[in-house]
């Protein structure tokens, strides 16, 4: 896909990527995520992601929803461990109202105290809502436990004393420590020639000062094997299996993507659904996912089914997994895999904020973007060799740490 890139003095970077559409899509990518924060700040980049909507230096929390929203446009956010985003999607008129928005929010939010508190209350529900769906809290659980003693082992929300410690003060401090002006990218898909976009880009960020960044991050220790059983008041099991896998510069990156989504990815084909749903009816939801990230990677799977199930499950996928170990793919079995990846991956061009965001991503993270062509030559470059080895290692059940919801007795 076409696109180009202009770096503006204090290292913010404009990413243009042209559409015929009348309809754009824009973010604000910053480099800045929950493992950036200390053991005390846990949970503040969500906070500030949160609070950014509040109240800037001309503006309350109802010119900011309405800055967009009264145009029919779509402004939203979210922060992951080594991310914050903010987006937009708008019509082709709104380019210059949407970008003079994301600094606004971004560069003059004024954090008041009563606007503090008030999300305080907001966040402290979404945490215990969050706690009572153990679907997802055992996701968090289980990081805590891949990525022991490290910040990428941390819920994003925060704890309950974390969030409700946090100041004004805080939240300014952890800003100037990692919003780095050279570690974000606003990008924009639109109808719009690349000199409207430097200009309006220049416009609203060149006076933005320069700060820029200086590595601080540690890459977390392997840690032990862990085999953890916790009761919960639910009325179901829930378990998760998993290990700290390859980062986003690791050769075998492609093909535990690729293995991942041959295992339990996206789709009702995959092999863990095939086998443990469709065939023998155990569990309504297995599925696994891998997440490569700067320093290291998260592999896992998860699936709910009755407690009495349990044990059928799991023998159900070791069996898979030595089936995978015990009878490498042969060419034929990886090339239908890489068709459906490659299949997958193309459709997913059609979600554009998603494509602008992801684009924002590599130009962070690599300094390019590869175009689809050589995304795809790098999926056909996976040997079954390489699937074997990757297979051998993190579908070992010796090499995995397991946690697991059961209902109180």
């Known amino acids: ?134 679907e997802e809290a055992i996701y968090d659980d289980f990081e805590d436990l891949v990525f022991a003693n490290h910040s990428l082992g941390r819920n994003i929300l925060g704890t309950k004393d974390s969030v409700s410690a946090f100041t004004s003060a805080d939240i300014r401090r952890f800003m100037a420590a990692n919003y780095h002006t050279d570690k974000m990218v606003i990008a924009v898909i639109g109808n719009y020639s690349f000199n409207k976009l430097i200009k309006t880009g220049a416009k609203h960020y060149s006076d933005i000062p320069s700060n820029l960044y200086h590595p601080t991050r540690q890459a977390p220790e392997e840690v032990p094997i862990v085999n953890e059983v916790i009761s919960k008041p639910i009325s179901q099991a ?108 193309a459709l997913g061009e059609e979600n554009r904020i998603g494509l602008i965001i992801s684009m924002a991503k590599s130009l962070i993270d690599y300094d390019h973007i590869d175009d689809l062509e050589t995304v795809f030559r790098k999926i056909q470059a996976v040997s079954t060799g390489e699937m074997a080895e990757i297979s051998q290692t993190l579908l070992n059940p010796k090499n995995l740490s397991a946690l697991t919801f059961y209902p109180l007795p």
């Open 238 to 345: 829930h378990v998760m299996l998993g290990a700290q896998a390859y980062s986003l510069y690791h050769p075998y990156k492609t093909g535990l993507l690729l293995l991942n989504n041959l295992l339990g990815g996206t789709g009702m084909s995959s092999i863990l659904n095939l086998q443990l749903r469709e065939k023998y009816g155990i569990a309504y939801t297995i599925e696994s996912g891998y997440s490569p990230l700067s320093d290291t990677g998260i592999f896992t799977l998860y699936f709910g089914t009755d407690q009495e199930k349990v044990d059928r499950a799991m023998s159900l996928i070791f069996k898979e997994f030595k089936k995978l170990n015990d009878h490498p793919l042969t060419e034929v079995q990886l090339q239908k895999a890489k068709n459906k990846f490659i299949g997958q991956i």
């Open 1 to 134: 896909m076409e696109y180009n890139v202009h770096t503006l003095p204090n290292g913010i970077r404009l990413l243009h990527v042209p559409s015929a559409s009348a309809i754009s899509h824009a973010c604000i990518l910053i480099n800045s995520g929950s493992r950036d924060e200390q053991p005390e700040e846990s949970g503040l980049a969500h906070f500030i992601e949160h609070l950014v909507f509040k109240r800037t230096e001309k503006r309350t929390t109802n010119q900011i929803l309405n800055r967009l929203e009264s145009v029919g446009a779509d402004l939203n956010a979210y922060t992951t461990k080594e991310y914050t985003c903010i987006h937009a999607s708008f019509l082709n008129p709104y380019l210059e109202r949407t970008l003079e928005l994301f600094n606004d929010i971004v560069f003059h939010s004024t954090f008041p105290e009563e606007e503090l508190d008030k999300e305080k209350g907001v966040i402290l529900d979404e945490i215990s809502s969050y706690l009572d769906q153990p």
